[in-house]
């Protein structure tokens, strides 16, 4: 079958290396050579090492396998200092099994040696064990016996008990804590904060933390057992090796008992260290908790991150190397490195803490380089930009800075007014605007442009005032007045007559702030109706979500924000429009709709923003507009207003009727509001507004209890 498959692959004659190479990639993965080569080998390895128990073994390969063990326990010590968390070694106790097979494996190999070829010597078991027995016992087995007998301890008094402690506490509480991490998993999910694939991720890396602490837990007690197998081992290999000495051997029982001890304390020694080495990694991997980075960083860090903990220990020492009796020399020379490290840390991690900001700084520098340059980028519009000609650029670029604040506190004054936060202003140099213009763009789209005199300031006096003045009659860019142009030069002779100037950085930052109050709906965003609502308290962010989850939408909610900015009303008093909302969304979810029901219930605050001095002044409508708008409204079978359907020549003489009379009560009041019917009310402000967008229109239900009311004009 396999060669059936291969032939299908093999290259056709006159086919391409591309060809070949596609054919090739089709062979599966799990069947290359090198996967199936390593299962082979690793299941020859487990084999051998099983083979140990039962084989007897040459002394040179006992030498070699006891060196393996060696290095093997080393290599683990060294993988658990520098992991940087204890799931990246997770195949710890399935590693921390193999070890120990593998020495128990060892053990009864040398004993079979010891046991069978002792009497020969302190060769007999290898040369390993020989070496261990006359370097570490110096020759004398009560030395090496006292050696061995302290490692136990260590290992199983002190190691591994208290690894087994911390393993069984930690898959506790691990396994304990799976149903709220489970929970806060789906919870994030379901908030999309974050998205499906960091969920599996999260409940895969869940799953393996579990799995690894409960099988921690297990495989603390194979140190556990190792220990004791150790000494009994020891123990038995001393006791029959005396025995066998004596009645097999014809040995005195000096001689055997010195001979099969050596060979004995030092098999016990060589197969006690490697143990101990595993023992302390274990350790570690289980003390580490939830560190992260390696043991020399979450040890040497944390020690070295308090000074004055190292200056006092310092001071201690000192005193102690100062003490009669004591070396000095020790002591005082740690007590100098110890105020070296508590002296020279701060400044390491001071510079650390700088190139680690550099390089963050550089980095993000490279994302904007990036963004900048891309094709991405030039599809984003910015929601606000004044762009300036090359000559008023010019002359305003000492006063640039000064542009910048004031547009700063012209968007803390808007914040204040409506009630959310109007967008940056992007202030650009153009080539394509004319050289004394500006223009100022709503999303990409120019709203206005006006040229300006460049080096010329605004009078706002009559023109028999300043007959001295050169003077040249123009007209106000943000509302359309009548001005006068006069040089900077006579700006304090303007001064001293006490005229109202304004110069080119007033008359553009006062158009902006004008248009910017004209498009107020397009500059309210979802995203800062979404920041208004998470910025609310929670129970009032509750019933927002309630409202646009159950009744209406999102969307819909900043279509009704988006209509009460329209006719420059705040939406500062945003709970009390939850509330509203509230109330009339379970019955209608007509946008328009809600939006009287919402302007009703902001009555006070409608006619507290009108106000002058206490007054609210008001235009009433005649009863032949009332008449005639409500025959203009046509309603359907249930009542509700389908359509609004007048007369073009009424519309034409309503209009200047209107246009009129808000001029004239404009010029004598500082603010005026039209009153009308609540089912007429949007259809005169949309007459109104193309006239006069600054003039409030309201209903007779939005005007609140208490207010004093001055009627200024009817029309008749």
């Not at 004398?140 to 006292?146: H, P, Q, Y």
């Not at 007054?615 to 032949?624: A, D, E, H, K, T």
């Not at 239900?701 to 004093?708: A, H």
Request: glycine content about 8%; hydrophobic content about 45%.
């Amino acid at each position: 079958m396999i060669a059936g498959k291969t032939g299908a692959h093999r290259p056709r004659a006159g086919s391409s290396v591309s060809e070949t190479v596609l054919a090739n990639a089709q062979i599966p993965a799990a069947s290359a050579p090198s996967s199936y080569g390593n299962d082979i080998t690793f299941a020859i390895g487990i084999m051998l090492v099983l083979s140990l128990l039962f084989l007897p073994v040459p002394v040179f390969m006992i030498d070699v396998g006891l060196a393996v063990s060696l290095a093997f326990s080393v290599l683990i010590l060294m993988v658990a200092l520098w992991i940087p968390r204890p799931l990246d070694f997770s195949s710890f106790p399935t590693i921390l099994l193999i070890s120990t097979m593998l020495r128990l494996s060892l053990n009864i190999a040398t004993t079979r040696a010891i046991l069978s070829d002792g009497h020969a010597g302190v060769d007999a078991a290898g040369s390993v064990i020989a070496g261990f027995s006359s370097f570490v016992m110096s020759g004398d087995f009560v030395i090496g016996l006292v050696v061995f007998l302290i490692l136990v301890v260590v290992n199983f008094v002190v190691i591994t008990k208290g690894s087994t402690r911390i393993a069984e506490v930690g898959a506790r509480f691990t396994l304990d804590a799976i149903p709220g991490k489970q929970m806060s998993i789906d919870a994030d999910l379901s908030a999309g904060v974050i998205d499906e694939a960091e969920a599996r991720r999260r409940r895969k890396e869940l799953e393996e933390e579990s799995s690894f602490y409960g099988s921690m837990d297990g495989a603390s007690k194979f140190v556990r057992g190792d220990a004791i197998a150790g000494l009994l081992i020891t123990a038995i290999n001393i006791i029959g090796g005396i025995i066998i000495g004596v009645t097999r051997h014809n040995m005195s029982m000096g001689e055997a008992a010195d001979v099969f001890t050596k060979l004995s304390v030092g098999d016990g020694l060589v197969s006690q260290i490697p143990a101990l080495v595993v023992s302390l990694a274990a350790g570690l991997l289980v003390s580490k908790g939830g560190n992260q980075g390696s043991a020399d960083k979450i040890v040497l860090d944390q020690l070295g991150n308090y000074p004055r903990a190292l200056f006092v220990a310092a001071g201690l020492l000192a005193i102690l190397g100062l003490m009669p009796g004591l070396p000095a020399v020790p002591f005082l020379l740690l007590a100098a490195g110890m105020a070296t490290i508590a002296y020279l840390r701060p400044l390491f991690r001071s510079a650390e803490e700088e190139k680690k900001q550099k390089a963050i700084a550089d980095e993000e520098e490279a994302k904007k380089r990036e963004t900048r340059d891309s094709v991405k980028s030039s599809l984003a519009v910015p929601e606000i930009q004044l762009s300036l000609g090359k000559q008023l650029s010019t002359q305003l670029l000492p006063k640039q800075k000064d542009m910048a604040h004031r547009m700063k506190q012209m968007r803390k004054r808007f914040a204040q007014e409506y009630g959310f936060v109007v967008p940056d202003v992007q202030l650009v140099d153009e080539y394509d605007v004319p050289p004394k213009a500006y223009r100022i763009k709503i999303y990409g789209t120019t709203v206005v442009e006006h040229e300006l005199r460049v080096g010329e300031l605004l009078a706002f006096a009559d023109p028999q005032a300043i007959r001295g003045i050169p003077h040249t009659p123009v007209r106000e860019p943000a509302f359309g007045g009548e001005a006068l142009s006069v040089m900077e030069t006579f700006r304090d002779d303007l001064r001293r007559m006490n005229i109202a100037t304004a110069d080119n950085v007033s008359v553009i930052l006062t158009h902006l702030s004008e248009v910017v109050r004209n498009n107020l709906p397009q500059l309210f965003s979802y995203k800062a109706m979404k920041t208004l609502i998470n910025d609310m308290e929670p129970e009032y962010r509750k019933l927002a979500d309630e409202i646009c989850t159950t009744h209406a939408t999102y969307p819909g909610f900043q279509a009704v924000l988006k209509l009460l900015l329209a006719e420059r009303v705040s939406i500062r008093n945003l709970p009390l429009i939850i509330e509203a909302v509230a109330e009339i969304a379970p019955t209608t979810r007509k946008s328009e709709t809600i939006v009287e029901h919402v302007r009703a219930r902001m009555a006070q605050q409608l006619c507290g923003d009108l106000t002058v001095d206490g007054v609210l002044s008001i235009i009433r409508l005649g009863n032949r507009w009332e008449l005639a708008f409500r025959e203009a409204l046509k309603r359907d079978a249930t009542g509700e207003i389908a359509q609004f359907d007048i007369d073009p020549r009424q519309l034409e003489e309503f209009g200047a009727e209107i246009g009129k009379e808000v001029t004239e009560q404009k010029a004598r009041h500082d603010r005026v509001a039209i009153v009308t019917t609540p089912e007429a009310r949007p259809y005169v402000r949309m007459i109104v507004e193309r006239m006069h967008p600054d003039v409030a229109v309201m209903s007779h239900l939005e005007i609140g209890k208490g207010i004093e009311i001055r009627i200024v004009g009817t029309l008749s």
